[in-house]
């Protein structure tokens, strides 16, 4: 049980990081294709001020956001399993892919069309992010996995 | 006694701070109910043309608002932040009786929509001789972001502000677009000839200068453009606005995204211009106007910049590139979407939202 707690935090931890190296390689390699003066060290600082910024210093902090997101999208899928016969690193991979899919789409839909995470604007940026998704959930669904073995 | 120091100098910077806000004034309410006023265009003391955002061109006539809205304004998107938008006079408007009106136009059959600029002749109850002499290029998919203010320059050209569209800020750094502009026409549609990029390949030759994000204000002092815009999280500017010059969004800005996320690391870089001014946390600068009369006189040759956070106006004394000073005035009416000024001297104000009133400032 308190193996499962952490490993569900850790996912959700995992996904937040994920969405929001997303979020600053969308911003930086728009930069460096402007030839603005993006160098490694700037790209780290901007994705360690992001991590803080992000979940503490904007409208909304990007890891509540996530952890509701998963933990709808976990409690269905954990549901559906007692009728679907699926392994639960995949279906809780599809899981967070879906959470984090609902995520880029709905909250668009709340705000008059506006992308709030500017990464997200994109085909290719929202299928990054629900890949992102996707490997979070695997990496819970796994952990249960391994646990029941 | 160094606590007693300290204080001394802390009540010191109050007395000065309160020295600067002397001005004693009074409101008067000219209108309210109003459904989201926006744009102000003052005929003459008692005569004020005003936009609603949700879609009415409405009068004050001889100081009292008629109450039934102009007529023959064109279809508007009224949606988040779109609607019926920018006003302004035409440089001749008491020979012509011709305005222009900034506004979000719905794309017929589709889901998207983009700023429109028209001209008009303004009758009694109504307005004719509609003409588009602006569309900006390509269309959005959201209702943000506008820009729809509006200037005449010395020459008799029209200058549009013509916002970023929210979601297409990167757009705001390349000329084959109108987002993220300001535009300069000539008031029947057409470009003038000495536009900058009007040779430049691939460019909007309506474009005047470019890198800016939501512009709410520009107005001419002295022959010189100030326009203030709204930035994301922090970074609302104050600019000189002048042509084919970049402002550099999003690649510079001292604000941050409303995620938290930094939009770029960089205030600054060669080739793109400095505000002269910017405020963090935001103001959120809507209107500006620059203050010519004498009813007040300590506020003669300032500008204002009426804001929505938390809800003000900021008396500016600008002097070229330097502001001199800032006062915060009539902080007492809430959010405040648009500034004018009177000839009778009256400072003329907006508040915003949809029970909106239209108030003047005058001596007490």
Known sequence: MLLNSFNLILSIVIATCLVILQETMSNMFWLITIDMPVTIGIFLNTYFSNLFLMNLGGAIPIIALIAIGFLVAYLVTKILLIWVNLSKSYAYALAGAAAILAIVLLMPLAFYNLDVLAGGRSFLGKSILVFFGLISGYYFGNSLEKERT | ?364
């Open chain 2, 1 to 364: 006694m160094i606590n007693k120091i300290i204080l001394s100098i802390f009540a010191l910077l109050l007395s000065i701070k309160a020295i600067s806000s002397t001005v004693e004034y009074s409101y008067e309410t000219l209108a309210d109910n109003l459904s989201h006023p926006w744009g102000l265009a003052v005929i003459d003391e008692n005569n004020i043309l005003f936009t609603e955002l949700s879609g009415q061109l409405r009068k004050i006539e001889n100081g009292v608002l008629n109450q039934k809205p102009i007529t023959g304004v064109p279809e508007v998107l009224f949606a988040g932040q779109g609607g019926l938008s920018g006003i302004i006079l035409d440089p001749n408007f008491k020979e012509n009786s011709k305005i222009y009106i900034a506004f979000s136009s719905p794309d017929k059959g589709k889901k998207t929509n983009t700023l429109e600029v028209i001209s008009a002749s303004l009758n009694e109850s109504s307005i004719s001789d509609v003409k588009t002499i602006f569309k900006a290029s390509p269309s959005r998919r959201t209702a943000a972001h506008y820009g729809a203010r509006m200037a005449f320059l010395p020459d008799g050209t029209l200058l549009i502000t013509s916002g970023d569209g929210f979601n297409y800020r990167e757009q705001a750094q390349y000329l084959d677009n109108h987002f993220g502009k300001i535009i300069r026409i000539n008031t029947d549609g057409s470009i003038p000839e000495d536009n900058p990029f009007i040779t430049t390949e691939g460019a909007k030759p309506e474009i005047w200068s470019y890198g800016h994000r939501n512009l709410q204000g520009i107005i001419l002092k002295d022959g010189v453009v100030y326009e203030n815009e709204h930035g994301p999280m922090g970074g609302d500017e104050l600019n000189i606005a002048e042509s084919g010059k970049n402002y550099g969004w999003p690649a510079i800005t001292y604000g941050k995204d409303y995620s938290g996320a930094t939009i770029s690391p960089f205030t600054e870089k060669e080739g793109m211009e400095q505000p002269i001014k910017y405020w963090v946390p935001s103001i959120a600068p809507s209107g500006m106007a620059h203050y010519t009369g004498t009813l007040f006189s300590e506020w003669t040759d300032s500008i204002f910049v009426s804001a929505l956070v938390p809800g003000d106006v900021r008396r500016l004394k600008v002097k070229g590139s330097n502001v001199l000073e800032e006062e915060i005035l009539f902080s007492d009416l809430g959010r405040i979407r648009d500034v004018a000024t009177s000839p009778d001297g009256s400072i003329i104000l907006a508040t915003d939202g949809p029970n909106g009133k239209l108030i003047r400032v005058v001596t007490k």
